[in-house]
T-cell receptor, first 115, second 111 residues
C-alpha cells in the first residue's frame, strides 16, 4: 500500500486562526479523503478531495470552513478556518487506489487542539 | 437507525480465546466491507476486506459476510494482548466511493 504522510503531526492553535494540514502520498492515487475523529468517537468524512476540481463536502461541512485543495494525484491540503475549541480533533487523510473496491488507507493523522 | 452499527464494548476476552466482533449495516445493496484496527493514539489500519458472502481467512483473522442478514463479523483466533484495540467496521455503499464507519468496538485481551 501507499506511504502516506501528514504535516503537521500535531498543533496547538488559538481560536480565530486557521491551520492548513498537508497530506502527501508516495504514489499516484485515484481518491483522497479527509476525515475528522473527535475524542472517543468514530471517523466522520469531511469531504472527498477531487483532483483539478472543487472538493465534494458531506452534510454539515462547508467549503468556507474547510477549504480543500488537490493540485495533483499525490498531494492534498485541508484548511481548518476560523477555529474554535469545537474544532479540536484528529484530522486524517485517506487514499484509495481502487475506487471500485473501496479500500482506503489512512495517514498518521494531525492532532489539533484549539485554545 | 444508524447506517453501520457496532457494539461499543468493551469486549474482554482471555488470552488465547476467540474474539468475535459484529457489525450490521442498513444499505442492503452495499458492496464492500472492511475491518480496521485502531490502537490508541494511532490511525486506523486496514486488516480485512470482504466483498462476497461467506468467510475470508487471513492468518488469525476471519471475516464473515452475510448480505441477506446485512451482517459482517470479524473473528480473531488465539487472541493476544497485542490485539487490544478498537475495531472499526466500514461499509462502501451502492453509489459513490465513500466509506461509512461504525462507532467501533473496543477489544481488551486479558493476559
Amino acid at each position: 500500500s501507499a506511504v502516506i504522510s501528514q504535516k503537521p503531526s500535531r498543533d496547538i492553535c488559538q481560536r480565530g486562526t486557521s491551520l492548513t494540514i498537508q497530506c502527501q502520498v508516495d504514489s499516484q492515487v485515484t481518491m483522497m479523503f479527509w476525515y475528522r475523529q473527535q475524542p472517543g468517537q468514530s471517523l466522520t468524512l469531511i469531504a472527498t478531495a477531487n483532483q483539478g476540481s472543487e472538493a465534494t463536502y458531506e452534510s454539515g461541512f462547508v467549503i468556507d470552513k474547510f477549504p480543500i485543495s488537490r493540485p495533483n494525484l499525490t498531494f492534498s491540503t485541508l484548511t481548518v478556518s476560523n477555529m474554535s475549541p469545537e474544532d479540536s480533533s484528529i484530522y486524517l487523510c485517506s487514499v484509495s487506489g481502487r475506487a471500485t473496491l473501496g479500500e482506503q488507507f489512512f495517514g498518521p493523522g494531525t492532532r489539533l487542539t484549539v485554545l | 437507525q444508524k447506517e453501520v452499527e457496532q457494539n461499543s464494548g468493551p469486549l474482554s476476552v482471555p488470552e488465547g480465546a476467540i474474539a468475535s466482533l459484529n457489525c450490521t449495516y442498513s444499505d442492503r445493496v452495499s458492496q464492500s466491507f472492511f475491518w480496521y484496527r485502531q490502537y490508541s493514539g494511532k490511525s486506523p489500519e486496514l486488516i480485512m476486506s470482504i466483498y462476497s458472502n461467506g468467510d475470508k481467512e487471513d492468518g488469525r483473522f476471519t471475516a464473515q459476510l452475510n448480505k441477506a442478514s446485512q451482517y459482517v463479523s470479524l473473528l480473531i483466533r488465539d487472541s493476544q494482548p497485542s490485539d487490544s484495540a478498537t475495531y472499526l467496521c466500514a461499509v462502501k455503499g451502492s453509489s459513490g466511493d465513500k466509506l461509512t464507519f461504525g462507532t467501533g468496538t473496543r477489544l481488551a485481551v486479558r493476559p
